[in-house]
């Protein structure tokens, strides 16, 4: 193994390969609740594409397996290595190569972090659109995992804001995939099919993403209902109005009552709104310009009341950033709160409200507690599963991911699989699709190299 | 050969396959200029999903090559069946089976053309946003070829609108992918991987379309400009701009005086501003609020004006109509003017003056043509090629798709490679992603039954 590592030191330099105790804890896991921690045998810094493609041909010479890592903060255990394995982490490849505002993309490397993507494209009034609510994530890892977040009702999630790839198959080869164009109809495309693919097929170290004006104006509605049901039922209604919110979540009491807790969050409704309150909605809307951002406002306002809001709150913008900034942090909160686990089932939107009491039954059969907030518009649920025992807690995942399956949603919208749900995704996906994956990811990774024990065994 | 017929008629019922001289012409072929027609040794009108696999299982025993077709408008020839083999043809699996207003989604058969989505879909206040120029056209053959069309630059194109699909795999199995959700993250995204991959790696048989609110408001402005640099210039500023129009296409005067003459279109531009003319600019502007859109042309027309438009016409809405469907019907103005090939090379939209300089120069020096028109906001050129020498085309469209490629674009946007392109793709693509394709679709269909020589031989 000696050998190994002199071939990987040569590759990235001396100082840019760690090893044994040198490993620091960080590079052991992602943020998953339920993934020990695990440190891999090396950790290598490449700074360029032909560096990553040296490492993937020193590590398919010696039969080691590789994990990739952006900043670490996914959710699923996906960028969690193994012990005998090589870590390559895209701390150094963090550059913004171009703002190109005149074909409204920006070129990045995988190690870029939104904050920094967002500070970039601000400066040229343009703007990245994907936010999962964690702003020192990478661009890499949010590609690795399809991130979504609070904006995709508006703009889809990293798949639709992703126009191509550099990308280093396990045999060295160095791809470029899709351009700096939104449509190309010549082969098979391999853009979508590494996004998501959570470092299972490939080694993404360029990523060409696609801008939107940034509008200058917007607006944040707080809107709390008496009944869970009633804010489910209007969330088809808003959608449909037209006014095409770029914010659209519930949060139920509990988690509003936690995260307002955490995060010292005062949002001016009055104590008797809030205990008659089963559930918030939150509506954020935006323009360029001012004015009709101001009809907007009042639009969506007398459709919340319509559609059965106690009252509505338009927030001011210290007032509306804090609630955002808390419910982004809403899996603090929960972890704080001490959930054992931490899921976000996708469903058609329509049957939200169905699945929502579904779970509700499923955890008080299990003696437990199914807490959450949600992208509503995009039927996503996030929510904190609180039961101590594995055994009833995984049995209670397994009829919670089951249920929203049957109606037709997947086990996750935008976390991945990961390693803390493969087991789940063996047992419940069909057989001949899990194949097929199995013979995609034989087609790019003949060896298995490539972050085994990740998506499936 | 008797022994697979009777199969085939036994899955489909006698009445629902064709051969020999059953098969009739159009059978034999798509739009493409530059394909010979060819008949199938057998025609099957398949009703379901297990009609198909059956089909297709029989197909696979007896080594038969199979060609899937929808209503047969596609230009590049991925259509077109083999003389050995059996066409699908998606004909009788032709219903909307639901429109989903909760969810604001579609599902279809292969068969439905636009025009009768467009009708289902408008009963419920909602819209299929992708329109390829052809309403006869299938959606199964959109997602075949990944079809674009002019409101893609506000919509995107075919892979941006299809959520989710039922395919058969050349094995016989039935899979589902997607959903009638924006957003999954539980393994490799198959739904994106079938879209574009022209009849090659699974027959489609249930496509889930996303919708959009119908808006009620809409303009068409139309802006003659001297110079056609300055065209291309004035399209990044106004997709800067935030007006976010749904139409934004450029026709150069040759190709305006031939649509107008072939549809006998007459929109109000003086004489003598026609004839200092170089290109024009289309923009339409939609909005579901009549006031915003009165504000949204005044603010276009200006902006026009900034940029160096001659003059602006805002055409009422039977000239507007009248422009938008010869624009559509460009291609067959173009074959009508005797175009030996049309071609839809796509390239960033900043590129676009240089390119079409270069494609002046190549087409110059061939002693050809290339005239055209495009979807500008897309950087989608669309070029009708004059050019008889057969060995002289074939070096110029070398010289135009190597050019294409050359500033990061691609040798289609929504066409396809299909037959009529795939000798170029193979001189110009990188050999390494060639390969990694036909791994992905031994991957899909290892005895290669599925649609041979399409995309590659």
């Known amino acids: 193994m000696a050998d190994v590592a002199a071939r990987f030191a040569e590759v990235v330099g001396e100082h840019n390969l760690l090893s044994g105790a040198q490993v620091g804890e960080d590079y052991a896991s992602d943020e998953s609740l339920t993934c020990e921690p695990r440190k891999p045998a090396y950790v290598a810094k490449p700074a360029t594409a032909d560096e990553v493609a040296a490492l993937l041909t020193a590590a398919a010479e010696h039969g080691v397996p590789v994990t990739a890592r952006g900043s670490g903060t996914g959710l699923s255990g996906a960028a969690r290595p193994r012990e005998d394995g090589l870590l390559i982490s895209f701390e150094r490849m963090n550059a913004v190569l171009e703002v190109d505002v005149d074909n409204q993309v920006a070129v990045v490397q995988p190690g870029v972090t ?28 949010n590609v690795s995992t399809n991130a979504g977040g609070m904006r995709a009702v508006k703009y889809g999630v990293t798949r639709h804001n992703v126009l191509g790839l550099q990308a280093v198959l396990p045999t060295g080869e160095i791809l470029r995939t899709g351009g700096k164009t939104s449509k190309i109809s010549t082969g098979y495309d391999l853009t979508q099919l590494i996004i998501g693919s959570e470092g299972t097929l490939a080694l993404v170290t360029e990523v060409i993403v696609k801008l939107y004006p940034r509008l200058a104006h917007g607006a944040t509605l707080l809107a709390p209902f008496g009944d869970l049901d009633q804010v489910m039922g209007a969330v088809p209604k808003i ?23 955490n995060e010292k969050l005062e949002l ?18 935006e323009n360029r310009d001012g004015d ?29 950033r804090k609630l955002i900034e808390a419910r982004e942090k809403a899996f603090w909160s929960a972890k704080a709160a001490g959930a054992d686990d931490v899921i976000d089932v996708v469903v058609p939107r329509s049957e939200m409200p169905a699945f929502l009491a579904r779970v509700r039954e499923l955890a008080t059969a299990a003696e437990g507690g199914a807490l959450g907030c949600g992208h509503a518009g995009d039927g996503n649920v996030h929510m904190g599963i609180f039961c101590k025992d594995p055994e009833r807690r995984r049995k209670l995942l397994h009829d919670i991911f089951a249920a929203g399956m049957a109606v037709g949603g997947a086990i996750s919208g935008e976390h991945g699989i990961g390693q803390s749900r493969k087991e789940h995704y063996a047992e419940l996906e069909d057989p001949a ?15 298995g190299i490539l972050n085994p024990g990740t998506l499936f065994d």
């Open 114 to 141: 939104l904050a920094e993507l967002d500070e970039k494209t601000a400066a040229a009034g343009l703007a990245y659109t994907v936010y999962p609510g964690e702003l020192s994530a990478s661009v890499g890892g």
């Open 239 to 261: 959608i449909a109005s037209g006014l095409t919110p770029n914010i659209l979540e519930y949060i139920d009491n509990l988690t509003m009552a936690a995260i307002s807790y």
């Open 268 to 285: 001016g409704v009055p104590e008797e709104i809030k205990n008659a309150t089963q559930a918030y909605l939150v509506v954020g809307l």
């Open 292 to 320: 009709r951002l101001d009809g907007d406002v009042e639009r969506a306002g007398e459709l919340l009341g319509e559609l059965g809001a106690t009252d509505v709150y338009v927030l001011d913008g210290g007032s509306a």
């Open 433 to 447: 699709k899990l194949a097929l994956l199995r013979r995609i990811k034989q087609a790019f990774d003949p060896q």
